[in-house]
């Protein structure tokens, strides 16, 4: 489980942004977490009440805002979303696509401070 | 950390309900949000572009394999030092949790080699592949293989500034895995079918299989291979040839 390491790197930057901004506590903690990241937004949750312990954003509410995979069609151009699974194939011409237009994202997006 | 295993198990964690945001409870109204937009592995990323950059300028070809656990990466690349190291010269880093059973394993006059004990962490990061490359002499090397730690799902968000991710599937494994574990498989630029002496006795249907790797890894190049019966090998050198700078 690797979301801790990525969770504990994430609020180090929570919490120096908080202090440039000389905040005393964190309200609010948006992610952006793609479904192709190969992070599991549970396990995020979980790590962040771990790592928040005992700092300004202990008890803060974490957002995370699911980014669905989208692709492109190289043959037809057309960017499409799929709805479940990960075979993207282009609706149009049905080729297998390969090229993510999103997805992959592992994103803090916003926070907010007093 | 546990391995990662096949079984579809529930977390073994809580999912509490979040607090209320306590924004409304604010009194002095001196709310403020700040607009980041940061990648959660931006120094990861960072770190990796430049491990990228001296893998380039010193015109080496640096291969990540992604597997589970005992899919095969020790012994593919025993054989590929044994082998096409004999032609070309290689180094292996390669990443463990605890032991360094594979280093040893590895170990070849003609190749140097570096272990990577990652303790808690059950993938490799871009800081220790730069400080294990700090700790091989790289001198006349062309092609450094990284061995991660065996794991289908951690090195996926982990770039580690390689220029080709080979993803390794069994034939002892499910015919099902890509299926099940997508965002490797669609980072993989060459996924290797291992231990196809063994798909007959195992019933492992190695149609079914490579059909499945098709349709999640289109961009993948699709590789059967068995590092015990040599089928594939060369096949496997030639891609490697082929990837690499021109002086391989
Ligand atoms: N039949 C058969 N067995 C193989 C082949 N390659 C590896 N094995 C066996 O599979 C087992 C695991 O192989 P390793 O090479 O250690 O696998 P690994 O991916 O390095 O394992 P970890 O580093 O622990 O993740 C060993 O018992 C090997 O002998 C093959 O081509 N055919
Ligand atoms: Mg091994
Ligand atoms: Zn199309």
Redesign the interface.
């Known amino acids: 489980?690797?979301e801790i390491?990525?969770m504990s790197?994430?609020m180090d930057?929570v919490l120096a942004?908080a202090r440039a901004?000389s905040?005393s506590?964190v309200?609010?903690i948006v992610?952006r977490i793609g479904t192709?990241?190969?992070?599991?937004p549970?396990?995020l949750?979980?790590a962040f009440?771990v790592v928040a312990q005992g700092t300004p954003a202990e008890?803060?509410?974490?957002e995370i805002e699911t980014v669905q995979a989208r692709a492109r069609c190289p043959d037809c151009d057309l960017e499409f979303g799929v709805a479940s699974?990960?075979?993207f194939t282009c609706p149009k011409c049905e080729r297998?696509?390969?090229?993510?237009r999103q997805g992959?994202e592992?994103?803090?997006?916003?926070?907010?401070?007093? | 950390?546990p391995p990662e295993t096949d079984a579809e198990e529930s977390?073994s964690?809580?999912?509490?309900p979040?607090?209320?945001?306590?924004?409304a409870q604010?009194p002095?109204g001196?709310?403020?949000?700040?607009?980041?937009?940061?990648?959660?592995?931006?120094?990861n990323d960072r770190l990796a572009e430049r491990n990228r950059r001296y893998f380039r300028s010193r015109g080496l070809l640096a291969l990540n394999l992604v597997s589970s656990p005992g899919a095969g990466k020790t012994t593919l690349l025993e054989r590929t030092l044994d082998e096409f190291g004999l032609q070309v010269r290689c180094a292996v880093l390669v990443g463990d949790l605890e032991t360094d059973n594979d280093a040893r394993r590895l170990h070849r006059p003609h190749a140097p080699v570096a272990q990577i004990t990652t303790g808690e962490?059950?993938?490799l990061e871009a800081d220790m592949v730069a400080r294990g490359v700090e700790a091989i002499d790289l001198a006349g090397v062309k092609v450094l293989f990284i061995e991660n730690v065996g794991n289908l799902?951690?090195p996926?968000?982990?770039d580690l500034g390689e220029e080709v991710r080979v993803v390794l599937l069994s034939c002892t494994e499910g015919e099902d895995k890509p299926?099940k574990y997508?965002?490797?498989f669609?980072s993989a630029h060459v996924v290797l079918l291992t231990k196809v002496d063994a798909a007959a006795v195992l019933g492992f249907d190695v149609e079914v299989a490579s059909r499945n790797i098709?349709?999640?890894?289109?961009?993948?190049r699709l590789i059967r291979l068995s590092a015990r019966s040599g089928e594939g090998m060369s096949e496997w050198y030639e891609l490697i040839r082929s990837l690499g700078p021109k002086a391989i």
């Not at chain 1, 192709?36 to 599991?40: A, I, N, P, Q």
């Not at chain 1, 008890?59 to 974490?62: E, K, Q, V």
């Not at chain 2, 979040?18 to 924004?23: D, G, L, T």
């Open positions: 489980m690797h390491g990525i790197s994430a930057s942004q901004n905040a506590r309200h609010r992610l192709l990241s190969g992070v599991d549970d396990a949750r979980f009440d008890g803060a509410s974490l699974g990960f075979i297998l696509c390969s090229e993510l992959r592992l994103e803090l997006a916003r926070i907010e401070i007093s | 950390m977390p964690f809580q999912i509490r979040m607090s209320p945001p306590p924004a604010d002095k001196s709310l403020r949000s700040l607009e980041l937009k940061a990648s959660l592995l931006d120094k962490a059950c993938h799902v951690c996926a968000s982990f299926l997508p965002p490797i669609k098709q349709r999640i890894a289109p961009q993948a």
